[in-house]
């Protein structure tokens, strides 16, 4: 995979030093040079110290999928960071580093490029964080880049602030200098120098979260209620910073429980609402789950998706929390679950999860995870999709509206309250047609009946939207979530292999899954212990996978590994 | 307006001689006589004998699970602030389960009404201990007596910033829908705390006639916090009628943004290209 059609840098050091931001901004630069990128970072669970690190990866021939182990050049922003991560330079990469850090280093393995990045900060009187323009000026100059495209950012970043973009460009000016005359000596993926971006580039660099709240805006979300839980806080903080500009509400409350239990008063109200949380968050809203279920109230709920169990790994990611959302709280009912593997799906699917909860009366879960909410792809640009019009009644009954009509595809008209004439009532005790509770053995039947019956055309969707098939071969590999992304990376340059992504994992595609691997040797690649994709196909296809690959150590899996492992099937 | 317009015709199945029956008659007289139209309300009732309100009160109604009465009727409200909210809840309910949202409600002054049936007992589940329940008292969840300090409702409601603190006593049912139309004209979120006694499982009614006196007889003014505070920390006699009433800024005035028009009554969705831009 050490080919030269794209480029690697990881960025690393202490948290709290930028480098996230960093990060996003050479993202930006080379995305503005006409490239693909992908950025993912990894964190501890604390604000200042610890080690972290962020990889932005790109390239103008091809799609970057994912992170891979060996990168072109380490921005190394102190000395744990250069000990940590030489390891990861390809045979030809290069360390940028602070001198002083270089220097009370045992020994120079040649790959160190030494600068004074902390003296020119410390002279100049910046703030520290600002070394990170030294370094991407240093980046940018050695893969002979086009300066202007970060000037033009930086003064886009810190609009209304002159001062502080004027610092930055002169910090990255002056890197630019010192990376300019390394440039010849560096044999990587080099930048096209004439910008290829003209403005009115219409491809998107953006993360899932970002993408999930987007595509739930365009299916006219307008009541956002969320506790703070990583890694699903980002969604919280995007909808609450363009709350005023959208127009819609958004809150943070007490507890997950509240916040779920808000959000359904609100859809009983008539508004469209969401949450947003991971899987400890999603085990307090449990109860309301079946709340949203049995009162028919829609609800699309956002899991994205860390190591557990518990408080587990808080700032890293799995693929553990499947079997839970799809069998959570009491009774049977039907729900959709729906796993995004990228951030131009997160957005189609958050938004056809919210039409799915209206259009259904059926609590719908996105289920994430960190590497996709977190990290960034370019995408195309995102398309208007809208909202798909449930059954809604303004009929003047003159007294209570049979909320729960028995109707032959188990949806009834939604009624709001405020309605002229007709009254609603919402009950999660088992009810009659107008709300009012029952327990007469042939009503609860009928009742369950009628809300079980939603489930034969979610299953028609699920069957026509459930997968997504890339490729084809003999062996068929199958995954689901972010995994797509880097199983996707560890295809490249191999034939022979389809790929097949299960998108809809409640109700199960199981005809059109079958359709795909029939005859085939299937192997299956999931970042979880268990293998519950696996254990869905097994329940669903009666099909034992001819190889499992697992993953659960909290990191998402290397291509490199998986296109080793594919590999042996092919071999044999 | 005659207040049978907001009975479902249902007929109640509480015991007879329980409170409840008192709550929902001076419900029905407190809105009959605001001229409130049935369809602008909604009662949001949570688990527990009260729960009933809801099928017996000719409105919008929302039978929610157990505790969650108050985050509920927030997101209504928060949805549709042309909706009169009113939860009812018990002492189960309210101050055991659902105890995480109570001071919070308090706080954020969301503009809705709770009433909360406090019999000081489990009821529904054949009488076990509340948080409300008195030291010693033996109830089937405490063969040998309470061992916890009760909590004191209204002293929380003081203490989490409330605007609105009442208590009434389903013994004076005139008093009582009175109680309920102040609470329903404040701007804010209005508490009362309904001393109702439960004649199966822990019947009060003789002791609570004896201590009972109303605020209103002795010229409390209202908006005395420290004069709330002592009179809510009274054991000996027990006060009921408004101990604290204010006016602060209420929870959907932080979200007058969206507004215009209020949630549920958006059309089109919110439009997301400038947005997008920032990505680009």
Same mark, same amino acid.
């Given at each position: 995979?050490?080919?030269?059609?794209?480029?690697?840098?990881?960025?690393?050091?202490?948290?709290?030093?930028?480098?996230?931001?960093?990060?996003?901004?050479?993202?930006?630069?080379?995305?503005?040079?006409?490239?693909?990128?992908?950025?993912?970072?990894?964190?501890?669970?604390?604000?200042?110290?610890?080690?972290?690190?962020?990889?932005?990866?790109?390239?103008?021939?091809?799609?970057?999928?994912?992170?891979?182990?060996?990168?072109?050049?380490?921005?190394?922003?102190?000395?744990?960071?250069?000990?940590?991560?030489?390891?990861?330079?390809?045979?030809?990469?290069?360390?940028?580093?602070?001198?002083?850090?270089?220097?009370?280093?045992?020994?120079?393995?040649?790959?160190?490029?030494?600068?004074?990045?902390?003296?020119?900060?410390?002279?100049?009187?910046?703030?520290?964080?600002?070394?990170?323009?030294?370094?991407?000026?240093?980046?940018?100059?050695?893969?002979?880049?086009?300066?202007?495209?970060?000037?033009?950012?930086?003064?886009?970043?810190?609009?209304?602030?002159?001062?502080?973009?004027?610092?930055?460009?002169?910090?990255?000016?002056?890197?630019?200098?010192?990376?300019?005359?390394?440039?010849?000596?560096?044999?990587?993926?080099?930048?096209?120098?004439?910008?290829?971006?003209?403005?009115?580039?219409?491809?998107?660099?953006?993360?899932?979260?970002?993408?999930?709240?987007?595509?739930?805006?365009?299916?006219?979300?307008?009541?956002?209620?969320?506790?703070?839980?990583?890694?699903?806080?980002?969604?919280?903080?995007?909808?609450?910073?363009?709350?005023?500009?959208?127009?819609?509400?958004?809150?943070?409350?007490?507890?997950?429980?509240?916040?779920?239990?808000?959000?359904?008063?609100?859809?009983?109200?008539?508004?469209?609402?969401?949450?947003?949380?991971?899987?400890?968050?999603?085990?307090?809203?449990?109860?309301?789950?079946?709340?949203?279920?049995?009162?028919?109230?829609?609800?699309?709920?956002?899991?994205?998706?860390?190591?557990?169990?518990?408080?587990?790994?808080?700032?890293?990611?799995?693929?553990?929390?499947?079997?839970?959302?799809?069998?959570?709280?009491? !009774?049977?009912?039907?729900? =959709? @679950?729906?796993?995004? +593997?990228?951030?131009? /799906?997160?957005?189609?699917? %958050?938004?056809? &999860?919210?039409?799915?909860?209206?259009?259904?009366?059926?609590?719908?879960?996105?289920?994430?995870?960190?590497?996709?909410?977190?990290?960034?792809?370019?995408?195309?640009?995102?398309?208007?999709?809208?909202?798909?019009?449930?059954?809604?009644?303004?009929?003047?009954?003159?007294?209570?509206?049979?909320?729960?009509?028995?109707?032959?595809?188990?949806?009834?008209?939604?009624?709001?309250?405020?309605?002229?004439?007709?009254?609603?009532?919402?009950?999660?005790?088992?009810?009659?047609?107008?709300?009012?509770?029952?327990?007469?053995?042939?009503?609860?039947?009928?009742?369950?009946?009628?809300?079980?019956?939603?489930?034969?055309?979610?299953?028609?969707?699920?069957?026509?939207?459930?997968?997504?098939?890339? !490729?084809?071969?003999?062996? =068929? @590999?199958?995954?689901? +979530?972010?995994?797509? /992304?880097?199983?996707?990376? %560890?295809?490249? &340059?191999?034939?022979?292999?389809?790929?097949?992504?299960?998108?809809?994992?409640?109700?199960?595609?199981?005809?059109?899954?079958?359709?795909?691997?029939?005859?085939?040797?299937?192997?299956?690649?999931?970042?979880?212990?268990?293998?519950?994709?696996?254990?869905?196909?097994?329940?669903?296809?009666?099909?034992?996978?001819?190889?499992?690959?697992?993953?659960?150590?909290?990191?998402?899996?290397?291509?490199?590994?998986?296109?080793?492992?594919?590999?042996?099937?092919?071999?044999? | 307006?005659?207040?049978?317009?907001?009975?479902?015709?249902?007929?109640?199945?509480?015991?007879?001689?329980?409170?409840?029956?008192?709550?929902?008659?001076?419900?029905?007289?407190?809105?009959?006589?605001?001229?409130?139209?049935?369809?602008?309300?909604?009662?949001?009732?949570?688990?527990?004998?009260?729960?009933?309100?809801?099928?017996?009160?000719?409105?919008?109604?929302?039978?929610?699970?157990?505790?969650?009465?108050?985050?509920?009727?927030?997101?209504?409200?928060?949805?549709?602030?042309?909706?009169?909210?009113?939860?009812?809840?018990?002492?189960?309910?309210?101050?055991?389960?659902?105890?995480?949202?109570?001071?919070?409600?308090?706080?954020?002054?969301?503009?809705?009404?709770?009433?909360?049936?406090?019999?000081?007992?489990?009821?529904?589940?054949?009488?076990?201990?509340?948080?409300?329940?008195?030291?010693?008292?033996?109830?089937?969840?405490?063969?040998?007596?309470?061992?916890?300090?009760?909590?004191?409702?209204?002293?929380?409601?003081?203490?989490?910033?409330?605007?609105?603190?009442?208590?009434?006593?389903?013994?004076?049912?005139?008093?009582?829908?009175?109680?309920?139309?102040?609470?329903?004209?404040?701007?804010?979120?209005?508490?009362?705390?309904?001393?109702?006694?439960?004649?199966?499982?822990?019947?009060?009614?003789?002791?609570?006639?004896?201590?009972?006196?109303?605020?209103?007889?002795?010229?409390?003014?209202?908006?005395?916090?420290?004069?709330?505070?002592?009179?809510?920390?009274?054991?000996?006699?027990?006060?009921?009628?408004?101990?604290?009433?204010?006016?602060?800024?209420?929870?959907?005035?932080?979200?007058?943004?969206?507004?215009?028009?209020?949630?549920?009554?958006?059309?089109?969705?919110?439009?997301?290209?400038?947005?997008?831009?920032?990505?680009?």
């Amino acid at each position: 995979m050490e080919t030269s059609k794209n480029l690697s840098v990881l960025i690393a050091g202490p948290a709290g030093a930028g480098i996230f931001s960093s990060s996003l901004t050479l993202g930006k630069i080379f995305l503005r040079h006409g490239l693909n990128v992908f950025i993912t970072n990894e964190y501890p669970s604390l604000i200042r110290g610890g080690h972290q690190w962020a990889q932005v990866r790109a390239s103008l021939e091809e799609t970057v999928f994912s992170h891979q182990k060996k990168v072109d050049i380490v921005l190394a922003l102190d000395k744990p960071s250069i000990e940590k991560h030489t390891a990861s330079l390809k045979t030809n990469g290069i360390i940028i580093c602070d001198e002083e850090d270089a220097s009370s280093l045992a020994k120079n393995n040649g790959q160190m490029r030494a600068f004074p990045l902390r003296k020119i900060v410390k002279e100049m009187n910046a703030p520290s964080v600002t070394i990170n323009s030294i370094g991407l000026g240093i980046i940018v100059g050695i893969l002979n880049g086009n300066i202007e495209i970060a000037k033009k950012l930086y003064d886009e970043q810190f609009r209304g602030k002159k001062e502080t973009a004027d610092l930055n460009k002169q910090l990255f000016n002056m890197g630019y200098e010192y990376g300019k005359e390394l440039s010849n000596s560096f044999q990587g993926y080099k930048l096209p120098q004439q910008a290829i971006y003209s403005g009115k580039e219409k491809r998107l660099l953006i993360d899932g979260n970002t993408a999930v709240a987007l595509g739930a805006l365009s299916a006219g979300l307008t009541f956002f209620v969320s506790y703070p839980m990583t890694p699903a806080s980002p969604i919280l903080h995007f909808l609450a910073e363009v709350q005023k500009e959208v127009g819609i509400v958004v809150f943070q409350p007490e507890s997950e429980i509240a916040a779920i239990n808000m959000a359904i008063g609100a859809a009983y109200a008539g508004a469209r609402s969401m949450v947003a949380t991971s899987g400890g968050g999603f085990s307090l809203m449990v109860e309301a789950l079946g709340q949203a279920a049995m009162t028919e109230t829609p609800i699309l709920i956002v899991e994205v998706q860390r190591p557990g169990p518990s408080t587990g790994l808080p700032t890293h990611t799995a693929q553990g929390d499947l079997r839970f959302v799809i069998h959570a709280s009491q !009774g049977e009912f039907p729900r =959709v @679950v729906l796993a995004p +593997g990228d951030p131009y /799906q997160a957005y189609v699917l %958050a938004n056809r &999860g919210l039409n799915i909860a209206w259009k259904y009366q059926v609590p719908v879960i996105l289920l994430s995870d960190k590497y996709l909410g977190e990290s960034y792809w370019t995408v195309p640009d995102f398309p208007e999709l809208g909202i798909e019009e449930p059954k809604i009644s303004r009929e003047n009954v003159g007294g209570f509206f049979p909320r729960y009509k028995i109707t032959e595809d188990g949806v009834s008209p939604l009624v709001f309250p405020g309605t002229p004439g007709s009254l609603v009532y919402a009950n999660t005790s088992e009810h009659d047609e107008y709300g009012f509770g029952t327990i007469e053995p042939s009503k609860v039947k009928e009742m369950q009946d009628k809300r079980l019956r939603k489930y034969r055309l979610l299953r028609e969707e699920a069957e026509k939207h459930g997968i997504e098939t890339i !490729g084809d071969g003999d062996i =068929v @590999v199958v995954t689901w +979530g972010s995994t797509k /992304q880097v199983v996707l990376e %560890a295809l490249k &340059g191999v034939s022979g292999v389809k790929l097949v992504q299960v998108i809809w994992m409640e109700p199960f595609p199981k005809n059109k899954l079958l359709s795909e691997i029939k005859d085939k040797r299937l192997l299956v690649i999931e970042n979880n212990s268990t293998g519950q994709l696996a254990s869905l196909i097994r329940e669903n296809l009666f099909r034992e996978p001819d190889g499992l690959l697992l993953k659960y150590d909290g990191r998402q899996f290397f291509p490199e590994d998986i296109q080793l492992w594919i590999n042996s099937y092919l071999e044999r | 307006m005659d207040p049978s317009i907001f009975d479902t015709g249902k007929r109640p199945v509480w015991c007879p001689g329980c409170g409840n029956y008192s709550i929902l008659l001076a419900l029905r007289k407190a809105l009959a006589e605001l001229e409130i139209n049935p369809e602008r309300v909604v009662i949001v009732t949570g688990i527990g004998c009260h729960g009933r309100m809801s099928e017996y009160m000719k409105t919008n109604t929302f039978h929610t699970i157990h505790g969650r009465v108050l985050p509920l009727a927030t997101g209504i409200k928060l949805a549709n602030p042309d909706l009169l909210v009113i939860g009812h809840s018990g002492d189960g309910d309210a101050y055991a389960i659902g105890m995480g949202h109570f001071p919070h409600a308090a706080r954020r002054n969301i503009d809705i009404k709770l009433i909360v049936h406090d019999n000081m007992i489990f009821g529904l589940t054949t009488g076990q201990v509340t948080p409300t329940t008195p030291i010693g008292v033996k109830t089937r969840s405490t063969p040998f007596g309470n061992f916890e300090q009760p909590l004191n409702p209204i002293l929380l409601a003081l203490a989490s910033g409330a605007t609105f603190v009442a208590r009434g006593f389903s013994g004076e049912v005139e008093h009582l829908k009175e109680l309920f139309k102040e609470a329903i004209k404040h701007r804010g979120f209005a508490f009362i705390d309904v001393l109702q006694p439960c004649v199966t499982f822990y019947n009060t009614y003789t002791i609570l006639r004896q201590k009972v006196y109303k605020l209103e007889d002795t010229g409390h003014d209202p908006t005395d916090f420290e004069r709330a505070v002592k009179l809510a920390s009274e054991t000996e006699r027990i006060p009921i009628g408004i101990f604290y009433r204010i006016n602060r800024p209420i929870l959907e005035d932080a979200f007058l943004h969206a507004m215009n028009p209020p949630p549920v009554l958006r059309q089109k969705p919110a439009d997301i290209r400038k947005i997008l831009e920032r990505f680009r």
